[in-house]
C-alpha cells in the first residue's frame, strides 16, 4: 500500500454534531523563554545542553517562541477553526524553586500562572476550549537533582503543583489531564536514557511508572478539591499496538503490553498492576515502592482518556544468540533499555512500511483496532484521540506555500479509521492532531517537523502547510474534505 492511496472510503464522512476538532503542543517544544519571568530549567534544559543528546545541539531556548507570539499563535488557532487546544504547563515556570513549606501556594511563581491565564482566557474569546496538561515531561531539575520519578517524593511535589494549577485555573479550564505518556517518562528517561534525565537504571524505571501512576491519582484528587469550574479530569497515554511475529508471538506480545500499556491501565482503570508484569519484573524490582492504599488512589474515575497513536510495532522472541533488533520507533535512544525484565526476552523487528520521515511505518488500520480494543477492555470509558500526526521534510514551494501531501493523506486516512471505529460503537468524543506547529522535537531537536504550520526557525514566521488548510476546512464543517 502506497502512502499517498487509500484502502478506505473517506472523502464526505461526516462526524457528529459536537466532536472535538484540536491541535496540540508541550510547553517545552514551543514557548522558549527558558529563562525569563522566573522559570528555572527543567530536566530538558538540562539533557539538551549536554554534549551529544540532541541531534545538532539544539535546546528549546527559543522553540518556536510561543511565549512572545502568544496572542498571534491564538488567531492562527482560530483561523484554523481549532474547537479545542491541546497545551501543557511549565511545572519550572510555576513552581521555579523547591517547596519551602507544606501549603500549596508557597514558592509560586505568579509571572508563570500569569501567562497560563492569558492563553486560557484567549482561548475562551476565541471559543476555543482549553485542554491543560499538568505534565509533559518538563520535570523541574531541582526534584531530578533529589532523585526524579523514581522517588516518591516527586508525586508528592505533583499533587501540591497539581493544587497551585487547579485554584488558578480550573474556573476555566475545560479539561485537565495529568500526565501525557509516562511510559516515556519512566521508560526513555531512566531505563533506556535517550530522553531526559538520561538514565539508564531498569529498577528506577519502574519505580517511576509506579510513581507516575501514583501522581496521576493524587492530581486527579487535587484538581477535584480545587477546580470552582466544571473541567472533565483525563490522562493521556501512548498506546503500543503490537504485531508478533514466529514461533511464541503471543508471548512477545503479552510481555511488551504489560510493560508497555496494562503497566498504567491496569491500576487507572482497574485498582491492580497485572500479575504477569510483576513476575515478567521480579528479576528487576520487587515493587516494595507500592504501598497500602496507592492503588485506590490512582484508580480514580476520569471522564475521558486520552489516546496517543503514531504506529505499530512488531514483536517476536529473541533467540538470545543473532544481534537483538530493537526497532521500537526509538532510535535517538541511550544506551539502557526501555523494557526492563523482557529486554533479553524480546525483540522489535523492523516493519513493513511506507514510513514517515521518522522511521515510522504508516498504519491507520491500527488506530481503528486500538480504539475498538479499548472499547473492548473498558466499555464505559469515553475515549480522545489526544495526539496523532505524522513528520515529513516539508519543502516551501516557490510561491511561498507549503505543500505537504504525505501528512494531508496520512490525517485524511487516520481520521477516516477512527470514524470506522465510531461506526463500530466507539465513543470517541475528538481529535488532536499532532501538532500545531513544527517544533522541538526532543531528541531529535529541531530536525522533525510535525506541524501543521511550518515554522521557519530563523524568522520562527509561520505559515500554514497544506495540511493545515485541509485540516482547517475539517473542523469547520465536520465532514471529511476530499
Known sequence: MNAGTSDYRDSGLVFPEGFTFGSATASYQVEGAAQEDGRTPSIWDTFSKTPGKVWNGDTGDVATDHYHRLESDLDLMKDLGLGA??????????????????????????????????LVDGLLERGIRPVATLYHWDLPQYLEDAGGWPMRATADAFERYAEVMGSALGDRVHTWTTLNEPWCSAYLGY?????????????????????LNLAHGRAVQALRATSTGDPDYSVTLNFHVLRGRGDGAAEAMRRIDGLANRAFTGPMLRGEYPVDLLEDTASVTDWSFVEDGDLATIAQPIDVLGVNYYSTATVRMWDGVSPRQQNDGHKASGDGTAWPGSDKAVEFVQQPGPYTAM?????????????????????????????????FDDVVADNGSVPDPERLDYLRRHFTAAHRAMEQGVDLRGYFVWSLLDNFEWGYGYAKRFGIVRVDFDSLE????????????????????E
Open 85 to 118: 487546544y491541546r497545551f501543557s504547563i511549565a511545572w519550572p515556570r510555576i513552581q521555579p524553586q523547591p517547596s519551602t513549606g507544606s501549603g500549596a501556594g508557597s514558592a509560586v511563581n505568579q509571572a508563570g500562572i500569569d501567562f497560563y491565564s492569558r
Open 191 to 211: 531505563g533506556q536514557g535517550g530522553h531526559a534525565p538520561g538514565r539508564g537504571e531498569p529498577a528506577a524505571a519502574l519505580a517511576a511508572v509506579h510513581h
Open 359 to 391: 522511521g515510522w511505518n504508516i498504519a491507520p488500520e491500527g488506530l481503528e483496532e486500538l480504539l475498538l480494543s479499548l472499547k473492548a477492555q473498558f466499555p464505559d470509558q469515553p475515549l480522545m484521540v489526544t495526539e496523532n500526526g505524522a513528520a
Open 462 to 481: 509561520r505559515t500554514v502547510k497544506d495540511s493545515g488548510k485541509w485540516y482547517a476546512l475539517l473542523a469547520k464543517t465536520g465532514v471529511l474534505p
